[in-house]
C-alpha cells in the first residue's frame, strides 16, 4: 500500500512510484450485502481496541480443540496473521499446534472445496478471511450446520450470526475513518480532503468514505470531495491516475484518507510541486516509515496511522475459543485499532527496520526473528 497538477510531470510521478515500490495490501470487504457487520458501529468518542488488553490464556478451556483457516488470497500480510495465530495458540495446551490452512489464491470456488475439507478432518474452530464476500456464505452456514465454530474476521460480511456463522469479528474501517477526520480536524486548517480506496467494490474502502464524511461535519473549513472514494486498487499507476485527477479538478487538497499507508499516495503531490497533504490511514508497513524517515524539511508532511490489523485474527481466535467454551468475553468485535502514530501530536513515526522485508507489518505484535521466520 502507497501513495499532478501538470501533465508535464506524470512520466516523472510515474518513475517516482516504481521507485517506492508497492507492498502487499491488507484484505478489504468486496461484500455486497454486508449491513449486518458493517452497521457503522464506531465513533470518535467510543474506545480503541489494543491487543495488549486480552489475554488468550483465559479462553483456552480444557477440551481437546483443532484449529483451521481459510484465506482467500496468500501475501505478506496473511503470512504476518497466520503466524500472530499461531503464537496465540501456543498460549492454549489443549489446542493442537498444526494448524489446518488453506489459500484459495483468488478463485472463489475453491474456498467451499477448502473449508468443506477442513469439516472433514474435523476441525472445531474455523476462522475465515471473507476475501469474496457473501459468495462464501454457502460453505460458512455448511460448517456452522455441521457443529464447527465459524468466525469470519477483518471484512465484513453478511449473513446471520447464529445461522451462517458463530460470530465475524472486523476491521471497523468506519470508526477509522471518523477518528482520521477528528485528527484532521485538529490539525488541517482549511482545505480539501479526499479518500482513496481500494478495489471498487470494497465496503471497507466505502465505509472509510463515510465515517470520514460523518466526522468532517463537526469541521465546515474542511470540505470531503467526491461522491465517493477514489478506486486506488493498491496499485501505484492508478493511484497516479485518480491523485492527479482530483489534484487538478478540486485543487488545494490538503488531506487523504487511505486505505492503506505509504509513500505511493503521496508522490503524485511531490512530483507536482503541490505540498504533499496530510494522510490518516491504517495497516502501515515496514516501507511505509523506511520512505518516511528519508524525508525532511516541507516534505514531511503530518502523518497519522491506526495499526496492529494483522492481530485482528487474535481477537478472533478468542471469540471462536470463548463461543466454544461458553466462556463469557466482552473484547469488541468491531475493531478499532489504536493510534500509533501522530506526527502532530507526538508520537513519532515508527522506525524502519532495513533487516525485515518491505511490507512486514511492524505492529503484529511479532518480534523481529519471530517476523522474519514467518516471511522467509
Given amino acids: 500500500m502507497r501513495i499532478l497538477l501538470k501533465v508535464a510531470v506524470v512520466a516523472a510521478a510515474a518513475g517516482m512510484v516504481a521507485a517506492c515500490g508497492a507492498p502487499s495490501a491488507p484484505p478489504s470487504s468486496t461484500s455486497q450485502a454486508s449491513a449486518s457487520a458493517s452497521a457503522h458501529p464506531g465513533t470518535t468518542s467510543g474506545p480503541t481496541w489494543n491487543p495488549a488488553d486480552w489475554d488468550t490464556s483465559k479462553v483456552c478451556g480444557t477440551k481437546r480443540i483443532k484449529i483451521g483457516v481459510e484465506d482467500g488470497l496468500n501475501n505478506t500480510w496473511r503470512k504476518t496473521a497466520l503466524e500472530v495465530l499461531r503464537v496465540q495458540i501456543a498460549k492454549c495446551p489443549n489446542i493442537d ?4 490452512y488453506a489459500s484459495a489464491n483468488g478463485n472463489p470456488q475453491q474456498v467451499s472445496t477448502d473449508i468443506n475439507s477442513m469439516v472433514s478432518k474435523g476441525v472445531n474452530l474455523l476462522i475465515v478471511l471473507p476475501d469474496f464476500g457473501d459468495s462464501e456464505l454457502p460453505a460458512l452456514r455448511a460448517a456452522t450446520k455441521a457443529g ?8 465484513s460480511i453478511g449473513g446471520k450470526a ?4 458463530t460470530l465475524s469479528v472486523h476491521l471497523d474501517t468506519y470508526g477509522i475513518g471518523q477518528r482520521i477526520a477528528s485528527w484532521f480536524g485538529k490539525n488541517v486548517p ?6 482513496i480506496g481500494d478495489v471498487a467494490t470494497s465496503t471497507s474502502a466505502k465505509d472509510l468514505y463515510d465515517g470520514v464524511k460523518a466526522g468532517l461535519a463537526a469541521y465546515p473549513s474542511l470540505k470531503l470531495v467526491g461522491d465517493s472514494f ?8 492508478t493511484i497516479q491516475k485518480v491523485t492527479t485527477g482530483a489534484i487538478q479538478k478540486y485543487g488545494n487538497i490538503t488531506a487523504i484518507a487511505t486505505a492503506g499507508c505509504g509513500s505511493m499516495y503521496v508522490a503524485p503531490f511531490t512530483a507536482a510541486g503541490v ?5 490518516g490511514c491504517s495497516a502501515g508497513a515496514n516501507i511505509t516509515y523506511c520512505d518516511y524517515s528519508k524525508l525532511s524539511g516541507t516534505a514531511k508532511y503530518p502523518f497519522a496511522t491506526w495499526e496492529s490489523t494483522t492481530q485482528v485474527i487474535a481477537a478472533a481466535l478468542r471469540h471462536g475459543l470463548a463461543s466454544y467454551n461458553s466462556i463469557a468475553w466482552d473484547e469488541p468485535t468491531a475493531i478499532v485499532p489504536q493510534q500509533a502514530v501522530d506526527t502532530a501530536g507526538g508520537k513519532a513515526a515508527l522506525t524502519c527496520d532495513p533487516g525485515l522485508p518491505a511490507d512486514a507489518d511492524l ?13 522467509k
Wanted: aromatic share 8%.
Fill in 97 to 100: 499446534p498444526h494448524i489446518e
Fill in 148 to 155: 464447527v465454530t465459524v468466525v469470519p474476521y477483518y471484512g
Fill in 162 to 165: 447464529g445461522t451462517d456463522y
Fill in 190 to 195: 482549511s482545505g480539501n480532503v479526499a479518500v
Fill in 230 to 237: 477514489l478506486v486506488g486498487n493498491y496499485d501505484p499507476q
Fill in 275 to 279: 505540498r504533499p497533504p496530510a494522510v
Fill in 363 to 375: 505492529t503484529s505484535g511479532l518480534t523481529a526473528s519471530q517476523l522474519t521466520a514467518a516471511l
